[in-house]
């Protein structure tokens, strides 16, 4: 059974970093794609960043490339999205993904993605 498990998320004034974390469980075998989608009020879900399990291709949301960094523990099997310098924009409830890589997978696609967590509340401040 897959398991997410978010942490992080919170009020940030604007400038400021912030940390998420998901844990994944259940995943077999290594060939999956993990990372987070965002959702403000009234819009449509956005692809943040997402990440390989084991190519370590990534994808970054034109927005937030140079700003956002996500890195993959294998060991922890835990996915960060390190934050810097956020704006008001940034704010949304941000929710992790997970699902098994295909030959034709378009990373910032939302009906990719099979698995999804309970979603965290970033929100920062002007």
């Known amino acids: 059974e897959v398991r997410l498990v978010e942490s992080g998320g919170g009020l940030v004034q604007t400038g400021g970093s912030m940390r998420l974390s998901c844990a994944a469980s259940?995943?077999?075998?290594?060939?999956?794609?993990i990372g987070w989608f965002r959702q403000a009020p009234g819009e449509e879900r956005e692809g943040v960043s997402l990440?390989?399990?084991?190519?370590?291709?990534?994808y970054y949301l034109d927005s937030v490339k140079g700003r956002f960094t996500i890195s993959l523990d294998k060991i922890r099997n835990t996915v960060h999205l390190q934050m810097n310098s956020l704006k008001p924009e940034d704010t949304a409830n941000y929710y992790c993904?997970?699902?098994?890589?295909?030959?034709?997978?378009?990373?910032?696609?939302?009906?990719?993605?099979?698995?999804w967590g309970q979603g965290t509340q970033v929100t920062v401040s002007s």
């Open positions: 993904v997970a699902a098994y890589y295909t030959g034709t997978f378009y990373y910032p696609d939302p009906h990719e993605y099979d698995y």
């Open positions: 259940g995943f077999t075998p290594d060939d999956y794609v």
């Open positions: 990440i390989h399990s084991s190519r370590g291709t990534t």
